[in-house]
C-alpha cells in the first residue's frame, strides 16, 4: 500500500471549529472494539477492512475528515476513498488520540 504525499490534513482544533459552521462527515475507520472505548463524537464507524465494500453508504461530494488511533490506517483510507472519486477528504492529524491529548471530548 502507498500514501499519497499530497493528502490534506486536518488538525484536532480545526475539526472543532470546522463542526460548528457544517456537518462534515466524520469517518472512523478505526475496528469496532476501538470504536466502542472512545471515539470522537457525531462519528461513523465503518472499519478500514469494510471500507471499499461500504463506499456507497458514504457521499463522495461531501467533506469527509477520516481517523483511527494515531494516522496510518486513516492516511490508507484518504487513499481508497480518493481513487473511488471523493475529492474533499482529509486525514485528522495525529487520530483520535492526538484529538484527545488535545482535550477535545469524547464518546
Known sequence: MYY????????????????????????D???????????????????????????????PNKKTIVYCASGGRSCAACDILEEHGFTDVYNLQNGVLGWMMSGLPTE
Open 4 to 27: 499519497t504525499y499530497s493528502m490534506k490534513t486536518i488538525t484536532p482544533q480545526e475539526l472543532l471549529e470546522l463542526t460548528k459552521t457544517e456537518e462534515p462527515v466524520i469517518l
Open 29 to 59: 475507520v478505526r475496528d469496532p472494539d476501538e470504536h466502542e472505548t472512545m471515539c470522537i463524537p457525531n462519528s461513523n464507524l465503518i472499519p478500514l477492512s469494510e471500507l471499499e465494500s461500504r463506499l456507497s453508504e458514504l457521499d
